[in-house]
């Protein structure tokens, strides 16, 4: 089959992770007209609130508003999968499919084990997926080629990490907001009879906001999503940075 080449990679345990965590550079780089893709690794079933029918609407929802390219759901057992080497291959092979440039994912310290779990998943899959003599194909025996993409950025969910950049997401901001709203199932709603968690919250849309201005406070803009990269990081010219 002939896959579409993306730009971008993003891998979360759930849907909503990616939403959360970084879905204003998500929308500013589909407005600029670059692919991206997402990979949820679970349904999110195991979470309080919603099942997971509803869930894979609503981030069929999110991929519409933040104008994604692709979105793919490996159906993983939420908070019971391994990170063997079988998982490892299956994402190994949609990296393989998608032969992105950029890979965004967990930053490796993480309130949730799922997110660290993903976070060493995608880490060994984003090196694994260069190595020649780890063979993948597909259904039809049609064989997925290595492909490694060029760099890896950490993104931020419950545990701030001092960040390497920070992204303005001053004008996708409202983009950001209505694809995380797009999981009704998940955030406040005083008609759910569904037990409260920290996202349900009347006051978590606030922690969001507030965040979000923080780190486009220390750069000198509204709002930021901030990344953490552990090789170092080339620029061609001093003035793409932000003033």
Not at 33 to 41: F, R, S, T
Not at 206 to 212: H, K, M, V
Request: proline share 5%; hydrophobic share 35%; with cysteine.
């Amino acid at each position: 089959m002939n896959y579409p080449k993306l730009d971008v990679l993003a891998i979360a345990a759930h849907p909503d992770d990616i939403e959360l965590a970084c879905g204003g550079t998500i929308a500013k780089l589909t407005k600029q007209g670059k692919k991206v893709g997402i990979v949820d690794l679970t349904q999110g079933e195991m979470g309080t609130r919603g099942t997971a029918e509803i869930r894979l609407q609503e981030a069929d929802r999110a991929a519409q508003i933040l104008g994604l390219t692709v979105r793919e759901n490996l159906k993983f057992y939420d908070g019971k999968f391994t990170t063997g080497h079988v998982n490892k291959v299956r994402l190994i092979r949609v990296i393989r499919k998608y032969r992105p440039d950029v890979l965004l994912i967990p930053h490796w310290l993480e309130r949730h084990p799922d997110h660290e779990r993903t976070h060493r998943l995608a880490r060994d899959a984003w090196f694994y997926s260069g190595l020649i003599k780890i063979p993948t194909e597909e259904e039809d025996g049609a064989v997925l080629e290595a492909h490694r993409p060029k760099i890896c950025y950490h993104y931020m969910q419950k545990y701030e990490f001092e960040p390497t950049f920070i992204v303005d997401i001053s004008d996708v901001y409202d983009i950001r907001i209505e694809a995380i709203k797009a999981y009704h199932s998940q955030f406040h709603n005083p008609e759910s009879r569904d037990p409260e968690t920290i996202l349900s919250k009347p006051d978590f849309m606030q922690f969001i906001e507030t965040r979000a201005r923080y780190y486009g406070n220390r750069i000198g803009v509204q709002y930021g999503e901030p990344f953490y990269a552990i090789e170092s990081i080339g620029i061609k010219d001093i003035y793409d940075l932000v003033f």
